[in-house]
């Protein structure tokens, strides 16, 4: 009775730390985390046993054949010999000569017997002294017999079981048979050559497969401790809320590094929504308005004030004609980048290059209230800059003309399914390239519909207004010059 209450109290006491315990233990147990540098050196070893071993099995095979073959001529050669060599010994009955004639050849290596019989099936030679005068026992344990022209030969077992190959052909003498020599080569260096090159193949297998699989761990671990890195490295940069989620279904680093990318997919897209449309020719505000933007709105077209910029080299082909290839894309690689770096300085876009000219956008994708005056800047500066690099010996920087107009343009994504890019089309468009043409080296020539008071920022010269195919009316041209007024 005394015991009764001790035990109660410890059978609840037990009951109760077993059910924390139990609470502690989850129902279903994860997947195992498997590393990489375990599945490399898994999937290494299992490559490489695969592809020795089938290597290994093709070429011994090969091997054996082609060993097989050569002691099937090397017995025809001997059999030719003897044949040769039998007839008149064999028509005389000159047993010494033929017994001679069958020791010769028994003296050459992997010749295991060798012996010629008359007519009648009796033994007349033989390399066994023995079975001289006796008749001929066909051979047991014979395999397949083969044929090749008069030779004919087949593998059989003698009776310490080793492996023969016998050849036969009969011995003629003006088209009559005087009786028939056969050849036993010993193929048993065959299988033994086999054995030990299968053993060293064996051997060679698991050292390649031993130093494959370190090699596997080692740049396992190099590659899954950098991607741990970058997991944590993303963590800590990229912590937004975004509800895109990369699931790679792995139980591994991979896996966890797909989960941190999740938190950058939204950031990571409309970046590359940026570099696809507009690559490296964009300006700050450009950018601003891309990442800003809650959809694609920017993409569509859409009319807009806009100041279009063309310059072009002057007389680019007649001077590439006398030059190298690489010198002409050195010289105009120099102006491009010129050029870019002066647009993007005035918050303008290079729209595109077009064969020797560079077309330059004012006031979209971003709108500019003064994207004409930003334009002339521009231009005054890249004539400035050029004309200072050309003094260093490249005289294309010296011939460059630019034509500005300012007007209404459609701005938006232009193309295919295949290739867009984001362009403008219209009327200013047409006038810039006009007004390019006629702009001589280091000159700058703006036009416009109606006159416009540039005297207050620039100096500018007006010239004859023009008539422009497929416009109404003249258009009023300016010659800008190369300095702002005091």
């Given at each position: 009775?005394?015991?009764?209450?001790?035990?109660?109290?410890?059978?609840?006491?037990?009951?109760?730390?077993?059910?924390?315990?139990?609470?502690?233990?989850?129902?279903?147990?994860?997947?195992?985390?498997?590393?990489?540098?375990?599945?490399?050196?898994?999937?290494?070893?299992l490559v490489l046993a695969l592809s020795i071993g089938i290597l290994s099995y093709v070429i011994m095979e090969r091997q054996k054949d082609n060993l097989y073959n050569h002691s099937i001529e090397l017995g025809m050669v001997s059999l030719n010999y003897i044949a040769d060599n039998a007839k008149v010994p064999l028509l005389t009955k000159d047993t010494l000569a033929l017994n001679t004639l069958i020791n010769n050849i028994a003296s050459v290596d992997s010749h295991f017997y060798a012996f010629i019989i008359d007519q009648e099936g009796t033994i007349k030679a033989h390399t066994d002294h023995a079975k001289i005068d006796k008749r001929f026992k066909p051979f047991e344990k014979v395999e397949k017999n083969y044929r090749n022209g008069t030779v004919t030969y087949f593998n059989h077992t003698v009776h310490n079981n080793t492996p023969v190959l016998n050849l036969s052909m009969p011995i003629m003498f003006q088209s009559k048979r005087l009786g028939e020599v056969h050849v036993g080569l010993s193929l048993s260096f065959i299988q033994s050559l086999f054995i030990d090159e299968r053993a060293f193949l064996a051997y060679s297998t698991l050292i390649i497969i031993f130093l494959g699989m370190f090699m596997a761990v080692i740049f396992g671990l190099r590659f899954s401790r950098p991607i741990s890195q970058l997991v944590r490295a993303t963590s800590e940069i990229t912590r937004g809320n975004y509800d895109i989620k990369v699931n790679l279904n792995r139980n591994d680093e991979l896996g966890t590094l797909g989960e941190a990318f999740s938190n950058m997919a939204t950031e990571l897209f409309r970046q590359s929504m940026m570099r696809k449309s507009f690559g490296r020719y964009v300006g700050p505000e450009v950018l601003d308005m891309i990442m800003k933007s809650s959809g694609q709105s920017w993409l569509k077209g859409r009319k807009n004030e806009a100041s279009i910029l063309f310059a072009d080299i002057r007389g680019f082909t007649a001077y590439s004609e006398g030059k190298e290839p690489e010198e002409v894309v050195e010289k105009l690689n120099e102006f491009f980048s010129i050029a870019t770096e002066v647009i993007l300085e005035h918050r303008g876009y290079v729209d595109k290059f077009v064969g020797d000219s560079v077309l330059a956008v004012f006031g979209v994708p971003v709108s500019q209230h003064d994207h004409l005056e930003r334009s002339i800047q521009a231009a005054i500066e890249l004539q400035k800059k050029l004309a200072q690099a050309g003094n260093n010996g490249n005289s294309l920087l010296h011939s460059i003309g630019i034509g500005i107009a300012s007007g209404v343009v459609v701005a938006g994504n232009i193309g295919s399914q295949i290739k867009m890019e984001y362009t403008v089309i219209g009327d200013s468009v047409n006038v810039a390239s006009y007004l390019n043409s006629i702009a001589g080296p280091g000159e700058i020539i703006i036009g416009s519909n109606e006159k416009i008071a540039l005297y207050d920022s620039f100096a500018a010269d007006p010239l004859e207004p023009q008539k422009i195919k497929g416009r109404e009316g003249l258009v009023n041209i300016y010659r800008i010059t190369n300095q702002h007024k005091n």
């Open positions: 009775m005394f015991l009764y209450p001790v035990a109660k109290h410890y059978y609840g006491y037990m009951k109760t730390l077993f059910d924390k315990i139990r609470g502690t233990i989850p129902e279903e147990f994860p997947s195992p985390r498997i590393p990489i540098w375990f599945q490399l050196s898994v999937a290494t070893m």
